[in-house]
């Protein structure tokens, strides 16, 4: 059965960190492409970054290039965005995903190529 949970989401004050974790199961890690997606009430869920845990290369959102950083543990299966500089407009609910077969750069953009999603974790951001 796979399973996606986040956790590390919390109340943080403008211009504060969070890290967020999202540990994984129920299949093969090192073989996929892992993201962050964010969404806030009303709209539509939102890139923020990935990492193929095959090849280490990373992507990100222009918006949090600089500030955010993914990573990846493929012994403890597990992937981190350490999100620093955080806004008042950064306050969403962060989704973990995982896609298999990434077939162009484009698809990582598209919430509905990835295959797995988890919970979501809430970050919200105090000014």
């Known amino acids: 059965q796979v399973q996606l949970v986040e956790s590390g989401g919390g109340l943080v004050q403008a211009g504060g960190s969070l890290r967020l974790s999202c540990a994984a199961s129920?299949?093969?890690?090192?073989?996929?492409?892992m993201g962050w997606f964010r969404q806030a009430p009303g709209k539509e869920r939102e890139f923020v970054a990935a990492?193929?845990?095959?090849?280490?290369?990373?992507y990100y959102a222009d918006s949090v290039k600089g500030r955010f950083t993914i990573s990846s543990d493929n012994a403890k299966k597990t992937v981190f965005l350490q999100m620093n500089r955080l806004t008042t407009e950064e306050a969403d609910v962060y989704y973990c995903?995982?896609?298999?077969?990434?077939?162009?750069?484009?698809?990582?953009?598209?919430?509905?190529?990835?295959?797995?999603w988890g919970q979501g974790t809430k970050v919200t951001v105090s000014s």
């Open positions: 129920g299949f093969t890690f090192s073989s996929y492409t």
């Open positions: 990492i193929s845990c095959t090849a280490g290369n990373t």
């Open positions: 995903t995982a896609m298999k077969n990434l077939r162009g750069l484009p698809c990582l953009y598209r919430p509905d190529t990835y295959d797995y």
